[in-house]
């Protein structure tokens, strides 16, 4: 965008922020973790190994998503929240383990403490598996907060963390599918990984065709003219730039009226489209991989 004033960048001074972007994500990336290190286990569905499979469903998620909550939360640098990313994860996994050895330990009263111990240990190594995991939506995650919030911007980078946290479980879910099964709880799990995958592909395309129209709006004047109060103007974010300019409504009678305020508009739209026009070829790339395994590994 061309014209306007230069504005301050209010909302720049917070660029991060505490929220719960990771929680929902890295709880989805714990239950298919968690079944699928059930999988590998041949933890069955029969009723001397049905305890221990919902204990480990149920338990893996919560511990999972309770330390997306923190790492989303956190408001330290960068460099920090990587080294908590890093180091944080097998802690989180050894915690997990630990808490099953909690719930299953009733199983055994002689051997309690002995499966907190290895519940923690085991659940430490599963941990390092789970880096790999939750790695796309992590570093995705790094770059919220670049853009103004609630912005066009920010929205996009909001989704892509779950567009790229859902992509990477379908993967993983067809990539072990031989220890799984492809049965219809995996086939739903997986299938649910690529609907969150199309919906955010659908909105990126959405988003990045109002981008392109509120670009080529014509209409707009540098911020700060004298114009007439009306009704409370519409704020249009782009996100990123600080550029800021007014969408005018003409006058309608050159003696008893005068132009009017419909918008407020901030930001550079070409940063905006070229943000919405990557996000969009990144959707694409994920939908695209996860639908390619599940038509080369589904039988028939």
Known sequence: MECGDRIERPMD????????VLLLPFAWIGLVGAWITAGVLSISFQA???LVRCALLGVTPLVSGAFGWLLGSARFAVPGRVAVFLFGTPFAGALNGAVLGLVLGPLDHTHATELVLYGAAFGGVCGLCFVPALSPG?????????????????????RAVAVLTAGVS??????????????VETGLIAGAGIVVGLVGLLEDGVEYLRV?????TSGLVPAGARLLDGTPARIVDFGLGAMAADLVIPARDAYRDGPR????????ASLARKSLAFA?????VVVG???LFALLLTPG
């Open 48 to 50: 001397q190994d049905l």
């Open 138 to 158: 992590f570093v995705a995650h790094l770059r919220v907060g670049r853009a103004r919030r609630r912005s066009f911007v920010d929205k996009a980078d909001r």
């Open 261 to 268: 305020r419909a918008a407020v508009v901030l930001g550079d």
């Open 13 to 20: 001074a917070v660029r991060r922020w505490g929220d719960t």
């Open 280 to 284: 969009l070829v990144r959707d694409m």
């Open 212 to 216: 392109r129209g509120a670009a080529a």
């Open 289 to 291: 991989a996860s639908l």
């Open 170 to 183: 379908s993967l993983f879910l067809w990539a072990f599918s031989a220890k799984v099964g492809l049965g």
